[in-house]
């Protein structure tokens, strides 16, 4: 799982200007076109530890016997039960019996992902626990053969009834870290934690180019996205080689199979995977992943569940910097799915049908800081305004002529220009707007003059490094959502009329104290430190004075950061205006 933190140039070329055409992210050749339209997929977790559903009893080889009345239970990341249990080989073996597929039917699969406006699929054939998701004869010890699944082909009855509905299909395949077998790269749960020497990982990597070539010769044909991962513990020039040469030399190897950046840190594939942060300026097609929980692997003790706004936001937030939104589901242990996992995808699937328009084929929309009513989607000309917080919309950094104005149902929209922008009336949330004009032209800042007393600032609508984590979005102040602070800055691009002092209030919650600073982009001498006080959960917004900070006219960019203590949420800012 990696993390990837957008650099403060970033923030600093941002700040200098952000008055441009629309962001182009070219792909390198027409391979990608399908996955450049798609938007949107469907990822799998599914294996052993499914069957485990985060409880583990026996042995561990970190020195502790779970029991009954005191078991190792997982309330996320699921899939790693075996390495953080610290399971025994022979142990985790005996867990292959629950993994069972009785509930399991491809077409149920593939058509729950078409109702929910999936375009493609990608399943884990082998995760890092190495158990193959079908009959394997180099493997046979460790696959479906050897497990309550008898020796069914998984794989191949989901991918022939997703082909049957046009989606596309690739598998997930931990090629560089198996906890099963020998020789594996990275750290081994059996080593306690230690690592092979590098004559035993010639040895894995030997066996892993065998499993790649069974599975080319069994699914190469029909195959659309080879989708490696773990790429840090393979820095290896050596295993890069062997393992992308068997894949691409194999008789059943077409150009159309796309692969991920994931192979090692020495590839880069055909596309971007962040994982859990969006990229704000792609410079390729990209895809980001997302789990609806806690846990990629089906966990009955997950510690926390997305809501379904959460998920359409992360959604439509992807695909408005023109990326592509990958979808965990995790199947439990017999293939079917959790009730509550079910009516999360068919409410989204409902909100993708009645919008899609929106939504596919889309592109970046050209803005990098957000919009308080929600997100932007652009085609061409047209704006796609998705409502779903606040209490308004008012869009900023766009002024050319509208042509028109219409719902995704036809209804007209009426609309007034407002200060670098405009604000549309008579829109219900959950309704998209599109607004069509001869050409657009991205003009980003928030409009501050001195008519304006005060001035407030949402999470909504900054830019956040490293992407906007959200809560709160039925509950939070104002019915606006809240930031969470996994990532340290939260950034605005002012536009202001003409320079003064401003008092400086947060509005916050946390778990524990801590500090903070406020800051101008480039202006040494506008600077605020504080130490905030502790609330009463995290659930407890306070509006907190921070203190006082010069302004100056022209594009200036706000950055609020927190730089030790407690992490915290952040729901808005607020800018009094001081007259002298």
């Not at 050749?29 to 052993?48: S, Y």
């Not at 080889?61 to 249990?85: K, M, N, V």
Request: charged share 20%; hydrophobic share 35%; net charge negative.
């Amino acid at each position: 799982m990696k993390k990837i933190i957008i650099a403060s140039l970033l923030l600093s070329l941002l700040s200098i200007g952000c008055t441009h055409d629309p962001i182009e992210i070219s792909p390198p050749d027409t391979r990608l076109n399908w996955f450049n339209d798609a938007k949107f997929g469907m990822f799998i977790h599914w294996g052993v530890y499914s069957g485990m559903a985060g409880k583990y009893v026996g042995p561990s080889l970190y020195g502790t016997e779970y029991t009954e009345a005191s078991p190792y239970l997982c309330g996320w990341g699921g899939e790693w039960t075996l390495s953080r249990a610290g399971i025994p080989r022979e142990s985790y073996k005996q867990q292959a019996d629950k993994f069972t597929a009785s509930a399991f039917e491809g077409n149920e699969i593939a058509s729950l992902a078409q109702e929910t406006g999936m375009k493609y699929i990608i399943i884990t054939i082998k995760h890092h626990e190495g158990f193959l998701l079908y009959p394997s004869e180099v493997q046979s010890d460790w696959c479906t053969t050897m497990s309550g699944a008898n020796g069914r082909d998984l794989i191949m009855e989901l991918f022939t009834a997703a082909k049957s509905k046009g989606l596309k299909v690739g598998f997930y395949f931990s090629q560089n870290l198996d906890w099963m077998q020998e020789g594996s790269l990275g750290e081994i749960p059996q080593l306690y934690g230690g690592k092979y020497d590098i004559e035993a990982n010639r040895s894995y990597i030997d066996h892993t180019c065998k499993v790649i070539s069974e599975m080319m010769d069994r699914y190469g044909e029909i195959l659309d996205v080879f989708w490696w991962d773990i790429p840090k513990i393979n820095t290896s020039q050596e295993f890069t080689d062997k393992m992308y040469n068997t894949l691409v030399q194999h008789k059943n190897y077409s150009r159309k199979i796309l692969q991920n950046d994931r192979l090692s840190t020495l590839a880069n594939g055909d596309f971007e995977t962040p994982e859990g942060v969006i990229v704000q300026i792609p410079k390729r097609p990209y895809e980001l992943c997302i789990a609806m929980d806690s846990s990629w692997g089906y966990s009955d003790y997950v510690d926390s569940k997305k809501t379904r706004l959460e998920l359409l936001h992360e959604i439509i937030n992807t695909v408005s910097k023109g990326g592509n939104l990958l979808l965990n589901i995790s199947p439990k242990g017999d293939g079917s799915l959790h009730p509550d996992a079910l009516k999360m995808l068919n409410e989204i699937g409902d909100y993708i049908r009645t919008n899609g328009e929106s939504i596919y084929g889309s592109e970046h929309s050209g803005f990098i800081y957000g919009q308080d009513f929600g997100r932007v989607t652009r085609k061409g000309n047209s704006l796609y305004l998705h409502y779903y917080v606040g209490d308004k919309i008012e869009l900023y950094g766009v002024n050319s002529p509208i042509l028109c104005a219409k719902t995704l149902n036809g209804r007209d929209i009426k609309y007034e220009a407002i200060p670098n922008g405009y604000r549309f009336m008579g829109v219900e949330k959950g309704e998209v707007v599109k607004v069509t004009f001869n050409s657009i032209m991205i003009d980003e800042g928030f409009p501050i003059s001195s008519k304006m007393k005060e001035t407030d600032l949402y999470a909504m609508s900054a830019l956040a490094e490293g992407g906007l984590m959200m809560s709160g979005f039925e509950s939070g102040p104002v019915n606006y959502n809240s930031w969470i602070n996994l990532w340290p800055d939260l950034g605005w691009l002012l536009k202001v009329e003409d320079p003064a002092k401003y008092d400086i209030y947060v509005t916050i919650s946390n778990g524990g104290p801590g500090e903070l600073e406020m800051r101008i982009e480039g202006d040494d001498n506008a600077y605020i430190y504080f130490q905030y006080p502790t609330t009463r959960g995290y659930d407890d917004y306070q509006e907190m004075k921070v203190g006082s900070m010069y302004i100056k006219s022209g594009k200036q960019e706000i950055i609020f950061k927190r730089v030790g203590g407690s992490p915290l949420n952040f729901a808005s800012m607020r800018l009094v205006r001081v007259d002298n």
